[in-house]
């Protein structure tokens, strides 16, 4: 069973520049999470989608958009990119929403320069 | 408002000997409880899970021990290997609520 894709693995980025990142869940898994991890700090949790639907939103401006497709695959996108911004993006996916656990992709490595 | 806390950034541990991370937490809606291993530039991967209606949660040399009227829970790694050496995150969710993490203990296991 394949595990959770994120693509790309790493992207590089100008200050105000906007970026979509994307996320394949495990086959049957309808729930997609979004976690940004800086330096120093844990996971910082940014949306939450099952079945198309956004069910939990985490603290971040604006700039940070989420949405989930009909085959359950996701994407984040990130407007006029701050330095800031700079950070290991995270996926997870899981069956459904409760008490079961999250498996996450590796990431992707966004460079803001 | 950190919901959930790892107090010990850090922890080193020789090989074979028990490796124990703590965690606690302050909401008392959670009712789901995992610990994830993660390795520089990778993403997390879970390792165990415990639900509130339980005390204790065993997999192979990890264990789970979930307190809670002190709102803590700890895992037990023994014995502890090398390949052990990771950052570990415990995490806590409550129903149809986001999965809320920890900042994460640096354990390094040491031959």
């Known amino acids: 069973k394949a595990g959770v894709t994120q693509t790309p693995r790493y992207l590089i980025k100008t200050r105000g520049q906007q970026v979509t990142l994307s996320c394949s869940p495990i086959s049957g898994h309808r729930s997609v999470s979004w976690y940004q991890q800086t330096p120093g700090q844990g996971l910082q949790f940014l949306f939450e989608?099952?079945?198309?639907?956004?069910?939990n939103k985490g603290n971040f401006p604006g700039r940070f958009s989420g949405r989930q497709f009909s085959n359950s695959r996701s994407e984040m996108n990130v407007s006029t990119l701050e330095l800031g911004d700079s950070a290991l993006y995270l996926c997870a996916s899981s069956f459904r929403t409760e008490n079961t656990e999250a498996f996450f992709g590796q990431g992707t490595r966004l460079t803001v320069v | 408002d950190q919901q959930v806390k790892q107090n010990s950034p850090s922890l080193s541990v020789q090989e074979g000997r028990i490796s124990i991370l703590n965690c606690d937490y302050t909401?008392?809606?959670?009712?789901?409880f995992l610990w994830y291993k993660k390795y520089p530039a990778e993403g997390p991967t879970f390792l165990i899970s415990i639900s509130s209606i339980k005390d204790k949660n065993e997999d192979g040399r990890f264990t789970v021990f979930l307190n809670k009227s002190a709102k803590h829970l700890s895992l037990h790694i023994v014995p502890s290997q090398p390949g052990d050496s990771a950052v570990y995150f415990c995490?806590?969710?409550?129903?149809?609520?986001?999965?809320?993490f920890g900042t994460g203990t640096r354990l390094l296991v040491s031959p």
């Open positions: 989608y099952f079945s198309e639907t956004q069910r």
């Open positions: 995490a806590a969710k409550g129903g149809f609520q986001k999965l809320v």
């Open positions: 909401n008392s809606m959670f009712d789901y």
